[in-house]
């Protein structure tokens, strides 16, 4: 009990002065007292390595809400059964998916998709499943695409969806995203922006809020989004990264090799890091669905994912990317091999 009220004391005091200021006048500013961040005009670079929750969110939920509704308020997250563009496309989202309890959280986020304004979109749903499951629950806009694995127990590989998917874009710009992730209705357009700036890569998340199970529940039920998120996550790794669709291959895509939980998302961005101009200032609210972590996840530095990355470190960046544009990735009927 003390150590709980002098966390809150210590949070009224040293965390919400800088909060309310930054709340009124440029929410994007908004971190931890031991962080630093180095903003530009349109958002804030983090900078540390890994993800980091906001404290003050987890000791007093009703900043929470309050940031949340801030974001949302400048970066509106809005549905839609249907895109509304032509044949022309400016960008592509790409998503992997497997298995029928993360459905309800891809049909959430399609029409969140289906909601962009101001970029013409497509969007590419890669199913990694034994048979074509999902199929006939997806709307009409939505392009499927199936690449079978030999048995349920093949452990999803979501580097092999992803360059599947990127092979068949017709966007200049890619979106690699995750199946739980609402999107704000101006994403695309803030990608194609900065693509067509001349940046090869793209993170635009500064804030991403984790719903409750039963405000995602709700969700899926069709109720509106509620702006009461259990936790805010800053510096997300992965989830969701714009590319533009030469840079993107010219890095060789993401590593096949990765299978399980982990490592994919991180090991990508050292060579992007290195080999494209990366725009990283983030600016934009995410929200993310609850779903219970995964196995592998709950391994922390044990996942085999994350094992696998720390193997990979040890090769010269430039040595993978050779290695990587040489594979044959992005295959529909199997992963690509060394």
């Excluded at 800088?18 to 929410?27: A, G, V």
Aim: aromatic share 10%; glycine share 6%; net charge positive.
């Amino acid at each position: 009990m003390a150590m709980t009220l002098r966390t809150r004391l210590g949070a009224l005091l040293y965390d919400w002065p800088r909060f309310e200021r930054h709340l009124r006048k440029r929410w994007v500013l908004i971190r931890n007292r031991n962080e630093t961040i180095t903003p530009n005009d349109s958002g804030a670079r983090c900078d540390w390595q890994f993800t980091s929750e906001l404290h003050i969110a987890n000791v007093f939920p009703s900043a929470a809400t309050r940031l949340m509704r801030r974001a949302l308020d400048d970066w509106p997250i809005r549905f839609d059964d249907a895109v509304r563009f032509g044949d022309a496309i400016d960008v592509t989202f790409v998503i992997g998916h497997r298995g029928a309890a993360r459905l309800p959280h891809l049909l959430a986020t399609l029409p969140t998709i289906a909601a962009q304004r101001g970029a013409a979109v497509e969007c590419i749903v890669v199913e990694q499943s034994v048979t074509r499951e999902i199929e006939p629950h997806l709307p009409p806009w939505v392009r499927y695409v199936h690449t079978p694995i030999p048995s349920p127990a093949y452990d999803y590989n979501r580097a092999w969806t992803l360059n599947a998917g990127a092979r068949l874009a017709r966007g200049e710009v890619l979106i690699l995203h995750d199946n739980d992730m609402l999107v704000p209705e101006r994403y695309a357009a803030e990608a194609l922006r900065r693509v067509r700036e001349g940046w090869d890569f793209a993170d635009l998340k500064r804030f991403t809020f984790y719903l409750p199970e039963e405000t995602t529940r709700r969700i899926f039920n069709g109720a509106p989004l509620d702006p009461a998120p259990a936790t805010v996550v800053q510096n997300l790794q992965g989830a969701s990264i714009v590319a533009s669709k030469p840079a993107y291959f010219d890095v060789g895509g993401f590593d096949e090799s990765f299978v399980g939980w982990g490592g994919e998302d991180n090991e990508f961005w050292e060579r992007a890091s290195l080999h494209g101009r990366v725009w990283n200032w983030g600016y934009l609210p995410f929200v993310h669905l609850f779903h219970a972590a995964q196995k592998e996840k709950l391994r922390g530095g044990d996942a085999a994912g994350i094992r696998r990355w720390q193997e990979v470190a040890k090769i010269p960046i430039e040595e993978r990317i050779r290695r990587l544009r040489a594979r044959d990735s992005g295959r529909l009927d199997r992963p690509a091999s060394e």
